[in-house]
């Protein structure tokens, strides 16, 4: 049995100041801090910028906002084959960064407040240990029982020549102008999310990657269904390329790439921007050399009970560089939570976390891609794939296609892993998820009613 499994007894450790300390009140701090309040503990919280980290600030949160101001162009154009007469519109980029940002204020406020309902103690200010049960926020030195680090992390720059005029993710969404020519370097999901952002509001948009295809990592028809459909809404994708300069002149910023035969390309445009080449855990200047914290490549090392080296001190998301997402972060929270304070001893699982990519079209994924069934089951791997145009497109006159694919085991007949490119697609597999965290069978799909008529239903038709 791990030293986990002792419940503390909330407010019974009378020589600290806290049951609990989050560092970092990002996803993964308030939920922690949260459920761990709502269990009697004390709690305190210390963050040095606004309530929400990444993800309110400055990713799923604004980013999603602009995805769906990147689609209203889209909308126009359809709505004429729908009898609608021609929209003539344009978008005033500043507005609709001023009502993104207003947006992120709102859920800051909301994030206070649920601080304040909980009775957990914010502390503003950055974060250091002194030891293992001691930590300094700015002027004030507080102890704690337990330790949580959350402190999520940031994107870094390369070091490539001239990258003094690349912004990052992080200042796309507070360009005061909108770019007419754009760079967008990396082929990752926010890469692309952002290239397609970029690309719907109108703005020309080339995107730089290492590989031969967006997406690396996941299912390979779902790669190549969005990299292709990509290209045919006019983004330029160079691939095989890496990015060897940037200067600044009156014409603009010249990128230069290069290609894997050494063949040389110059691109001018308004702003380059990294999206998420680089990631790097905030786990410098945080004291952890005064505790037996260990860490690997800046990521802390935890055991599945998110425990580090030091047995007061935890570590949840980004920080962790384990799988860097939301959800995770708040699940590998509330477990540790309930771990600690709410006598329910569990872990986070990591199997079947569905997944969406907010391009144009959109995507979203659960379980297995189908290499990765083949490696683990090989022959025994059957795929079910279909691709059509959804009836939206008949009338909108568009050849966009949606692409559905089941990845099954025969001998178990499990669903293993289901894939989605088209509109609404984050929408439908999260229903999808729940059937496959399961251990649904193809069976169990084929006796599913589908609803008519949708694209959905396919999943429930597929032969
Ligand atoms: C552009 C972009 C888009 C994204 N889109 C999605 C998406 O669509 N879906 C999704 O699930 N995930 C998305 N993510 C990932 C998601 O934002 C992160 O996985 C998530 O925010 C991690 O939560 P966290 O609690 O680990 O860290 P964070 O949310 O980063 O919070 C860490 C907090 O700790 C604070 N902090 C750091 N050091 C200290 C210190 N020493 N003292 C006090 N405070 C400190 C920071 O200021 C920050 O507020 C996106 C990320 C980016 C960059």
Known sequence: MSRLYKKSQPGGHMSYDFDLFVIGAGSGGIATARRA???????????????????????????????????????????????????????????????????????????????????????????????????????????????????????????????????????????????????????????????????????????????????????????????????????????????????????????????????EETVVVDVVSLAAVGRKPNTQNLGLENTKVKRHDGAIVVDKYSQTAEESIYAVGDCTDNINLTPVAINEGRALADTLFGGKSRFMSYENIPTAIFTTPEAATVGLTEAEAREKYGDAVKIYRTRFRPMYYTLAGKDEKTMMKLVVDQNTDKVLGAHMVGTSSAEIIQGVAIAVKMGATKANFDATVGIHPTSAEEFVTMR
């Open 37 to 263: 309040a709502e269990y009697g503990a004390k709690v305190g919280i210390a963050e040095f910028d606004r309530l929400g980290g990444t993800c309110v600030n400055r990713g799923c949160v604004p980013k999603k906002l602009m995805v769906y101001a990147s689609h209203f162009p889209d909308l126009f154009e359809d709505a004429q084959g729908y009898g609608w007469s021609p929209v003539k519109s344009s978008l005033d980029w500043e507005k609709m960064i001023t009502a993104v940002n207003n947006e992120v204020i709102r859920l800051n406020g909301i994030y206070q407040n649920m601080l304040d309902k909980s009775k957990v103690e914010l502390l503003e200010g950055h974060g250091k240990f002194v030891d293992a049960h001691t930590i300094v926020v700015g002027e004030r030195q507080v102890t704690a029982d337990k330790i949580l680090i959350a402190v999520g992390g940031h994107p870094i720059k390369p070091n490539i020549l001239g990258i003094e005029h690349a912004i990052t993710s992080d200042d796309i969404f507070h360009l005061k102008e909108q770019p007419k020519r754009m760079v967008i370097l990396g082929g990752g999901y926010i890469g692309s999310e952002f290239a397609c952002i970029l690309n719907g509001m109108g703005t020309e948009v080339t995107q730089v990657i290492r590989g031969d295809k967006i997406l690396r990592g996941f299912d390979d028809d779902l790669r190549t269904e969005i990299h292709q459909a990509m290209g045919n809404h006019g983004i330029k994708i160079i691939n095989n390329s890496e990015l060897i300069a940037i200067e600044k002149d009156s014409e603009g910023v010249k990128v230069t790439v290069r290609g894997s035969a050494e063949s």
